[in-house]
């Protein structure tokens, strides 16, 4: 097997697991709770990580990453367009945001190892303990305190995240089921109690469809002409099809959103839920202008309210899309900087292959569908979340040798 010097100092370099990792591989269950949990642990990791020495083996570790030269593609689009284009009050903020995957290069800096699978169960641990929040909630026996009030009531972002990480936990867990024989009904029970407080309990569709459109995928990967496979995906229609039919609040969701669709084709009037087809259409408006290099980072602020006056998302902070948020700020240009880090992660994906390319490959296109429908990368709150579980796959991977790690570490994850 080819060995490269860069795969001898990864190896030496995570014989012993250092505390940065340990540190990291708690990160995923915060996720779950009030983003001031999770920054404080962000915040411990990073000075463990300062203390921790070896730079010359982290910043290696981060040229050896395949997003690493594209991130640095968008960094260059972003910098060029904050010199010549416009920079209005706030510019050194949004222009930050466009910076999140930066994060992931840091967090992946610290190499492979046992933290990704202990990692991955944390995660998995905190999407049980979130269901079980749910439940409590359902039969009013979960205290009133603010560390689990998004569980409670409904609020925005945070909840829609909850949401979404559930949705990735699913699938994950699906992909677990189908490589692992071991402990077959202990992974499928949690399966169950996870993906049924989802449907049933959260008020996210976005979540809802991350998790179907994960479980398709993971189906398709490992579906054969067996028993097994039949009963699968004949388990995973049938928990979706119950939540269809006895979910109120799941099927209303998915209902009216094709009717909105349909009535902004038609030129209708659109539900309360689905104002932000009129945000969608203001934004391609302002794309328009300037389609190639766009209006400047920071500048949709600016010109939206100036274009919505009237409408109910007039003073809205983005377009809840992240395709159009790129397009109006930073063009074409832009948007094909974005395509080139997401398509970058489909395609390790697939070369890494196994149970770690699955789990990146879904959590690649849950980042791509939930662009469409969320600012998934312009708010923080979804940003660090999303840099943190693409970490657990992502790190240790080296565009030069992507068989070896993805065979690494989807037998270390075994």
């Known amino acids: 097997m080819y060995r490269s010097p860069t795969n001898d100092r990864m190896n030496l370099f995570n014989t012993k697991e250092t505390k940065a990792q340990f540190i990291l591989s708690l990160l995923p ?17 990073l000075v463990t990580l300062l203390l921790g020495g070896h730079y010359r083996d982290r910043w290696q570790a981060i040229k050896d990453s395949p997003m690493f030269l594209p991130v640095m593609g968008l960094l260059v689009v972003t910098s060029v367009a904050g010199l010549f284009l416009e920079r209005p009050e706030g510019f050194w903020k949004a222009y930050m945001h466009y910076q999140i995957y930066l994060v992931l290069l840091v967090f992946i800096s610290v190499g492979a190892g046992r933290w990704q699978q202990r990692a991955l169960n944390v995660f998995f641990a905190g999407a049980v303990l979130a269901a079980t929040f749910f439940y409590l909630n359902f039969f009013q026996l ?60 959260a008020k996210t569709r976005t979540g809802s469809l991350i998790f179907i459109i994960g479980s398709v995928l993971v189906l398709l990967r490992y579906i054969t002409f067996s028993w097994r496979s039949v009963l699968l995906v004949l388990g995973t ?21 094709v009717n909105d669709i349909k009535a902004f084709s038609g030129g209708g009037q659109v539900s309360k839920s689905g104002v932000r087809l009129d945000m969608y259409r203001v934004t391609i408006d302002i794309f328009k202008e300037r389609p190639i290099a766009g209006n400047g980072i920071g500048t949709w602020a600016i010109h939206y309210p100036e274009r919505a006056q009237g409408l109910p998302t007039q003073y809205m902070a983005t377009p809840h899309n992240d395709y159009l948020l790129y397009a ?12 080139w880090i997401w398509l970058t992660q489909l395609v390790a994906a697939v070369r890494v ?54 065979d690494h570490y989807g037998d270390a994850g075994r």
């Open 237 to 257: 229609a049938a928990i979706i099809g119950v939540a269809w039919q006895t979910a109120p609040g799941f099927r209303d969701r998915m209902v009216g959103t």
């Open 328 to 339: 109006a700020e930073i063009g074409i240009i832009g948007v094909c900087a974005l395509l």
């Open 142 to 201: 979960l205290p009133d305190w603010d560390l689990v009030q998004n569980y409670r009531v409904y609020a925005g972002n945070k909840s829609i995240l909850i949401g979404i990480l559930l949705g990735i936990a699913g699938g994950w867990m699906l992909n677990e089921i189908c490589v692992h024989h071991e402990h077959k009904w202990l992974r499928i029970a949690m399966l169950l109690y996870t993906v049924v407080a989802l449907l049933f309990l």
């Open 29 to 45: 269950i915060t996720l779950f709770f009030p983003i001031g949990i999770g920054y404080t642990v962000i915040v411990m990791f």
């Open 353 to 406: 292959g196994g149970p770690t390319g699955m789990r990146l490959f879904t959590i690649g296109v849950a980042i791509m569908f939930g662009g469409m429908v969320n600012a998934i990368l312009r708010d923080a709150l979804f940003g660090i979340a999303f840099m943190a579980l693409l970490s657990i796959p992502l790190a240790g991977i080296n565009r030069h040798a992507y068989r070896q790690y993805g």
